[in-house]
Structure formats: structure tokens, C-alpha cells
Nanobody, 113 residues
Framework: QVQLVESGGGLVQPGGSLRLSCAAS????????MGWHRQAPGKQRELVAS??????NYAESVKGRFTISRDYAKNTVYLQMNSVKPEDTAVYYC????????WGQGTQVTVSS
């Protein structure tokens, strides 16, 4: 079994920054992808960013503002969120693809003045 624990969510003002972290533990084998999805109220869950040995991918709406990175030794993935906008408000879910797909419990990000 794999466990994902997210941290770093909270309230931030428009134009501000926030850093999300997600630590994976448990029976982890070869990790193919780690990344983040988000779900805003009344909307479908959408991919924000993912990272693998081939590189990183981003949703068009966050390109140039968000950066995903990974600490392989710690099995941890990060999402640096800069220049945040009110439309970034959502619950952010970490995920990991290995022999299966695993999800974190989600962390709330609220962008508001």
C-alpha cells in the first residue's frame, strides 16, 4: 500500500506564492509519474502538473506560474505556485503512478484578498 501526505495549502492573496508538498511512503516500486490535480467547486478534477524521468508537463492555465519538482531520495513532489489567481482556488490532490495509481487526501488552496 502507498500513502501520500500533502501539506502547504492555505489562504494566499492574489499575486502571492504558495508551495505544496506531497510525501509518498509505503510499498513504493518504480514510480512512473508524480503530480498534482485540482478540483474547484462545481468543476471537474483537472491535471495541474506532472513529472517523470522524461520531464514535466503543465496545464496551459498554470504554465509560467507554477513549477513542479521532485526529490527522488525522499519520494516527495513539490508544486511551487507563484503569481496565483483567484481561479487557482481549489482542492489540490497529489497523485503517484507506479504499479497502480494512488491519491492523497487533498489540500485546500484559497486565493482571495
Amino acid at each position: 500500500q502507498v500513502q501520500l501526505v500533502e501539506s502547504g495549502g492555505g489562504l494566499v492573496q492574489p499575486g502571492g506564492s504558495l508551495r505544496l508538498s506531497c510525501a509518498a511512503s509505503g510499498s513504493i516500486f518504480s514510480i512512473m509519474y508524480m503530480g498534482w490535480h485540482r478540483q474547484a467547486p462545481g468543476k471537474q478534477r483537472e491535471l495541474v502538473a506532472s513529472i517523470s524521468s522524461s520531464g514535466a508537463n503543465y496545464a496551459e492555465s498554470v504554465k509560467g506560474r507554477f513549477t513542479i519538482s521532485r526529490d527522488y531520495a525522499k519520494n516527495t513532489v513539490y508544486l511551487q505556485m507563484n503569481s496565483v489567481k483567484p481561479e487557482d482556488t481549489a482542492v489540490y490532490y497529489c497523485y503517484l503512478v507506479s504499479r497502480g495509481t494512488y491519491w492523497g487526501q487533498g489540500t485546500q488552496v484559497t486565493v482571495s484578498s
